[in-house]
């Protein structure tokens, strides 16, 4: 059985940091691109980043990049994305997502496979 399952997500002041991880069991990190989506209160969906353990692609929303860096861990079957310089705009539910992609882009990863479950990120002011 597939599954992704987020963790690390709580409350913190803006200008702080959180550490998302990604954790899935079911396939393997070789074989799929991991995506990072966040839903906002009024239930829009952002892509805001996406590794492929494979090739070591990236890419980055606008919106994050220079504050947020997405990695891998091959061998814990985990994508971790770690966002600094938190601003109360990147307040949403995270949810990792799962594609065969070797060279995925923000944009690819709405043609994902997989979805999780989400941890919410609450950034005060």
């Known amino acids: 059985e597939v599954q992704l399952v987020e963790s690390g997500g709580g409350l913190v002041q803006a200008g702080g940091s959180l550490r998302l991880s990604c954790a899935a069991s079911?396939?393997?990190?070789?074989?799929?691109?991991i995506g990072w989506f966040r839903q906002f209160p009024g239930a829009e969906r952002e892509a805001v980043s996406c590794?492929?353990?494979?090739?070591?692609?990236?890419d980055y929303a606008d919106s994050v990049k220079g504050r947020f860096t997405i990695s891998s861990d091959n061998a814990k079957n985990t994508v971790y994305l770690q966002m600094d310089s938190l601003k109360p705009e990147d307040t949403a539910i995270y949810h990792c997502?799962?594609?065969?992609?070797?060279?995925?882009?923000?944009?690819?990863?709405?043609?994902?496979?997989?979805w999780g479950q989400g941890t919410q990120v609450t950034v005060s002011s």
């Open positions: 997502v799962a594609t065969r992609s070797r060279f995925p882009t923000i944009a690819s990863m709405w043609d994902y496979d997989y």
């Open positions: 079911g396939f393997t990190l070789d074989d799929y691109a």
């Open positions: 590794i492929s353990s494979s090739t070591g692609v990236t």
